[in-house]
């Protein structure tokens, strides 16, 4: 059974740099499939922030691709988030999923990440 | 990108069929058959309901369906439950190797 689940600090400052970890189990990274990070202020929508393969190709959504790295690491089969800057509009609930083709079939249960000083 | 346009809420009471549209423009909806569906429920974890436009994973009723006409893609749900009262985002491929989802509509079973 494939497992993700979202590690992070659950509050950061503004302006500094949120880090978050996505651990995948039951399934190797490196087998294929796409993995993204997908965001979920308070009573809003979804937001989708990025996508990584395993070969450390990425795309992010342009209304943060300035301030976002993703990254993989296949030895521990984990992915990474990194939002820099970030301001109370980064507040949100963060999930990981696996995805190909737009289908999200399996995701983390999400790790809320607030940012308040 | 900005994000699919869907109605805020929609309605219905048990039995009926509702319709969610989700409406884009000819660089992502019109130009892909990438269009998902997620259902949902309060604190929960969004459920892949609908794939590639009118496809439905394993274990979903085939009380939903899914569509597709020019820029807009549709996802219906027929003989409606209490269950099936939610949040529902679409979501589409980009023209410029992206996704964007939809805002959301909020389903209310009368």
């Known amino acids: 059974q494939v497992q993700l689940q979202e590690s992070g600090p659950g509050l950061v400052k503004p302006s500094e740099t949120l880090s978050l970890t996505c651990a995948v189990s039951?399934?190797?990274?490196?087998?294929?499939?796409?993995w993204d990070w997908i965001r979920q202020p308070p009573g809003k929508g979804l937001e989708w922030i990025g996508t990584?393969?395993?070969?450390?190709?990425?795309a992010y959504n342009p209304s943060l691709k300035s301030r976002v790295t993703m990254s993989v690491d296949t030895s521990k089969n984990q992915i990474s988030l990194k939002v820099r800057s970030v301001t109370a509009a980064d507040t949100a609930v963060y999930y990981c999923?696996?995805?190909?083709?737009?289908?999200?079939?399996?995701w983390g249960q999400g790790t809320l990440l607030t940012v308040s000083s | 990108q900005s994000a699919l346009t869907q109605p805020a809420s929609v309605s219905g009471s048990p039995g009926q069929s509702i319709t969610i549209s989700c409406t884009g423009t000819?660089?992502?909806?019109?130009?892909?058959?990438?269009v998902s569906w997620y259902q949902q429920h309060p604190g929960k974890v969004p459920k892949l309901m609908i794939y590639?436009?009118?496809n439905r994973p394993s274990g979903v009723s085939n009380r939903f369906s899914g569509s597709k006409s020019g820029n807009t893609a549709s996802l219906t749900i027929s003989g409606l439950q209490a269950e099936d009262e939610a949040d529902y985002y679409c979501?589409?491929?980009?023209?410029?190797?992206?996704?964007?989802f939809g805002g959301g509509t909020k389903l209310t079973v009368l």
């Open positions: 999923a696996r995805h190909i083709g737009g289908n999200y079939d399996y």
């Open positions: 039951g399934y190797s990274i490196s087998s294929g499939y796409y």
């Open positions: 990584i393969y395993y070969t450390g190709s990425t």
């Open positions: 000819s660089s992502d909806v019109g130009a892909y058959n990438y």
């Open positions: 590639d436009v009118t």
């Open positions: 979501t589409s491929y980009t023209s410029i190797f992206t996704w964007v």
